[in-house]
């Protein structure tokens, strides 16, 4: 009786430790995700332009920013409404690597011309967590 106890502690003990193995890395990219993405790139993909105008003329200038911004801008419009396109069209399906991650290159930090997931919201989003747990003191 003791060996069949413990048999079945270990056996459940055993069990439990796999349980990370339920939600891998890319559960939080799925089709609802997917689908999301397609749309919002779909309304909101027009904002790349005065977001991108912004942006340039905080780092190269107005003269800049008034043609080069303009261009670049909508270039990147176009492009994500046509990710957003090819996106809504294939949402149930795992087009990307065999996953749902966005066909694009993400928003690297020393490279100037990464996309972001969603499309910029024009300042309606904070960039600053106000929260008295990030604080240390």
Request: glycine fraction near 10%; aromatic fraction near 14%.
């Given at each position: 009786?003791?060996?069949?106890?413990?048999?079945?502690?270990?056996?459940?003990?055993?069990?439990?430790?796999?349980?990370?193995?339920?939600?891998?890395?890319?559960?939080?990219?799925?089709?609802?995700?997917?689908?999301?993405?397609?749309?919002?790139?779909?309304?909101?993909?027009?904002?790349?332009?005065?977001?991108?105008?912004?942006k340039i003329n905080e780092r190269e200038?107005?003269?800049?920013?008034?043609?080069?911004?303009?261009?670049?801008?909508?270039?990147?419009m176009f492009y994500r409404l046509h990710?957003?396109?090819?996106?809504?069209?294939?949402?149930?399906?795992?087009?990307?690597?065999?996953?749902?991650?966005?066909?694009?290159?993400?928003?690297?930090p020393w490279i100037h011309g990464g996309?972001?997931?969603?499309?910029?919201?024009?300042?309606?989003?904070?960039?600053?967590?106000?929260?008295?747990?990030?604080?240390?003191?």
């Amino acid at each position: 009786m003791k060996i069949l106890l413990s048999l079945s502690l270990v056996l459940v003990l055993a069990g439990s430790a796999f349980a990370d193995i339920q939600d891998p890395p890319m559960n939080d990219f799925g089709p609802t995700r997917k689908l999301g993405r397609a749309v919002s790139n779909l309304l909101y993909g027009i904002t790349e332009v005065p977001s991108t105008v912004v942006k340039i003329n905080e780092r190269e200038g107005n003269s800049a920013a008034a043609s080069y911004g303009v261009v670049k801008g909508v270039g990147r419009m176009f492009y994500r409404l046509h990710v957003g396109l090819c996106e809504l069209f294939t949402f149930p399906f795992p087009t990307e690597r065999g996953s749902y991650r966005p066909a694009y290159r993400g928003n690297i930090p020393w490279i100037h011309g990464g996309y972001e997931e969603f499309p910029p919201e024009l300042g309606f989003e904070t960039k600053y967590r106000y929260s008295r747990t990030d604080y240390g003191y």
